[in-house]
């Protein structure tokens, strides 16, 4: 049995009365499904769109909504006293105000001004009220005492309006919950800072059909973009392929297939960012000619049996070349990533020292890649090279923890001070 399973970590899951309320039964399974002991804490309205039997099916545990309810057990102290983290999904605009205000008249809000261990909001409502000037200052008060009330996405909201304001899909919820748990509060201190980011693989065309790519799903790049969006940053992504990841809440999101349109899209945002994190794994090579049909297979055909190739722009050693003229401002941070493998010479954090020495970035996250490593998976962990010759080790993680643990060492760099 795995650490996780001996010792399940007890969370709240607490639900208000928002259309978005269906959303967490899928927040609940997946939590359940890692090993959490999850207990559902609804308001009576929530109970208006979900029914109780649904709660207690899923988590395993009955529901309760009222401080009257169990008084022998003190209910209402000890769910928030056990606790080691509480998310509430949806959070509508009326839960964040009794929040704010230290209501404390049923089991729900009962329970969060008891606790003392993470509180997650995940804000769901109609953009307008959203963006209410209450609705905002009640955010602003719940992040200052230490409460983390994450960005909500943008998208369909209920009947035909699209606006920020949606709830963000249980998966990304469920991994941000992982990251306070992990001890990763996620303040709301990046607010006015601009974050560019690349992310995923990029693809070279040889013919309309076959492409020259790479086993990099995007995820290691859209968990710092999720990351640096809760704490604050205004944040863009270029992404290449990334297996339709949902776009983490409040980054906004270029697409790009090839190195070359990576590099003009990096070029075109560069100069305005504060922070520049390569995180897409770049073609190295592209084929030199592209045909404009599908090339066959024959005897008579060789196209397919030897392909030339050339090289790549080089983003990173070309946007770290770009500071360093005064093309983008001095302090700006760029972070690179290396995906290596050892060899017969050296061991791929070697290989990794010798390309930051090349590069010239501030930072650089050293993965160790192979079958069935990095590449694809949930997890991650490595080496983060600084340009003072510090490793630090990172050790094995959601790829959200690995986002903020590298989130927390540009925190340290003495330019951002």
Same mark, same amino acid.
């Given at each position: 049995?795995?650490?996780?399973?001996?010792?399940?970590?007890?969370?709240?899951?607490?639900?208000?009365?928002?259309?978005?309320?269906?959303?967490?039964?899928?927040?609940?399974?997946?939590?359940?499904?890692?090993?959490?002991?999850?207990?559902?804490?609804?308001?009576?309205?929530? *109970?208006?769109?979900?029914?109780?039997?649904?709660?207690?099916?899923?988590?395993?545990?009955?529901?309760?909504?009222?401080?009257?309810?169990?008084?022998?057990?003190?209910?209402?102290?000890?769910?928030?006293?056990?606790?080691?983290?509480?998310?509430?999904?949806?959070?509508?605009?009326?839960?964040?105000?009794?929040?704010?205000? +230290?209501?404390?008249?049923?089991?729900?809000?009962?329970?969060?001004?008891?606790?003392?261990?993470?509180?997650?909001?995940?804000?769901?409502?109609?953009?307008?009220?959203?963006?209410?000037?209450?609705?905002?200052?009640?955010?602003?008060?719940?992040?200052?005492?230490?409460?983390?009330?994450?960005?909500?996405?943008?998208?369909?909201?209920?009947?035909?309006?699209?606006?920020? +304001?949606?709830?963000?899909?249980?998966?990304?919820?469920?991994?941000?919950?992982?990251?306070?748990?992990?001890?990763?509060?996620?303040?709301?201190?990046?607010?006015?800072? @601009?974050?560019?980011?690349?992310?995923?693989?990029?693809?070279?065309?040889?013919?309309?059909?076959?492409?020259?790519?790479?086993?990099?799903?995007?995820?290691?790049?859209?968990?710092?973009?999720?990351?640096?969006?809760?704490?604050?940053?205004?944040?863009?992504?270029? !992404?290449?392929? @990334?297996?339709?990841?949902?776009?983490?809440?409040?980054?906004?999101?270029?697409?790009?297939?090839?190195?070359?349109?990576? !590099?003009?899209?990096?070029?075109?945002?560069? +100069?305005?960012?504060?922070?520049?994190?390569?995180?897409?794994?770049?073609?190295?090579?592209?084929?030199? !000619?592209?045909?404009?049909?599908?090339?066959?297979?024959?005897?008579?055909?060789?196209?397919?049996?030897?392909?030339?190739?050339?090289?790549?722009?080089?983003?990173?050693?070309?946007?770290?070349?770009?500071?360093?003229?005064?093309?983008?401002?001095?302090?700006?941070?760029?972070?690179?990533? !290396?995906?290596?493998?050892?060899?017969?010479?050296?061991?791929? *954090?070697?290989?990794?020292?010798?390309?930051?020495?090349?590069?010239?970035?501030?930072?650089?996250?050293?993965?160790?890649?192979?079958?069935?490593?990095?590449?694809?998976?949930?997890?991650?962990?490595?080496?983060?090279?600084?340009?003072?010759?510090?490793?630090?080790?990172?050790?094995?993680?959601?790829?959200?923890?690995?986002?903020?643990?590298?989130?927390?060492?540009?925190?340290?760099?003495?330019?951002?001070?």
């Amino acid at each position: 049995m795995t650490k996780q399973q001996q010792s399940p970590r007890r969370i709240i899951v607490g639900v208000s009365g928002g259309i978005a309320a269906y959303k967490a039964c899928h927040l609940v399974r997946d939590l359940k499904e890692a090993g959490d002991d999850v207990r559902v804490v609804p308001t009576s309205n929530a *109970l208006n769109f979900v029914g109780a039997a649904t709660f207690e099916a899923l988590s395993g545990h009955p529901v309760a909504t009222s401080v009257y309810e169990a008084v022998d057990q003190v209910q209402h102290v000890r769910l928030g006293q056990e606790a080691d983290a509480i998310v509430i999904a949806p959070a509508t605009a009326d839960l964040m105000a009794r929040l704010v205000a +230290g209501r404390a008249d049923d089991l729900l809000t009962a329970t969060v001004l008891v606790a003392t261990c993470p509180v997650i909001v995940a804000p769901a409502m109609h953009t307008e009220m959203w963006l209410n000037a209450a609705t905002q200052a009640n955010v602003d008060t719940l992040r200052s005492r230490g409460i983390i009330v994450l960005e909500p996405a943008h998208g369909r909201l209920t009947g035909t309006d699209t606006g920020p +304001g949606r709830l963000p899909e249980a998966g990304q919820i469920a991994q941000l919950v992982r990251v306070a748990l992990a001890g990763h509060r996620l303040p709301h201190d990046w607010a006015g800072r @601009t974050v560019l980011i690349t992310a995923g693989g990029t693809q070279e065309n040889l013919d309309p059909v076959r492409f020259l790519g790479n086993r990099s799903s995007g995820r290691q790049g859209f968990a710092l973009a999720e990351i640096a969006a809760h704490r604050g940053a205004q944040v863009t992504i270029i !992404a290449g392929d @990334t297996e339709d990841l949902p776009v983490p809440s409040g980054a906004v999101v270029e697409k790009v297939t090839s190195a070359r349109e990576m !590099a003009a899209s990096v070029d075109k945002h560069a +100069g305005s960012a504060d922070v520049i994190i390569m995180a897409a794994a770049v073609a190295d090579f592209r084929p030199k !000619a592209q045909a404009g049909a599908k090339l066959k297979k024959g005897a008579d055909d060789s196209a397919l049996a030897s392909i030339e190739l050339v090289e790549n722009p080089d983003i990173l050693a070309t946007t770290v070349q770009r500071r360093s003229a005064g093309e983008l401002a001095a302090s700006t941070l760029i972070i690179g990533f !290396a995906a290596e493998t050892g060899d017969e010479r050296l061991s791929a *954090l070697e290989h990794a020292q010798a390309k930051l020495a090349r590069k010239g970035c501030d930072l650089l996250m050293c993965n160790e890649v192979g079958t069935g490593k990095v590449f694809g998976q949930s997890h991650n962990q490595g080496w983060l090279l600084a340009a003072d010759g510090r490793v630090t080790e990172i050790p094995e993680g959601s790829k959200h923890a690995v986002a903020a643990e590298i989130l927390a060492a540009v925190d340290d760099l003495a330019s951002l001070d």
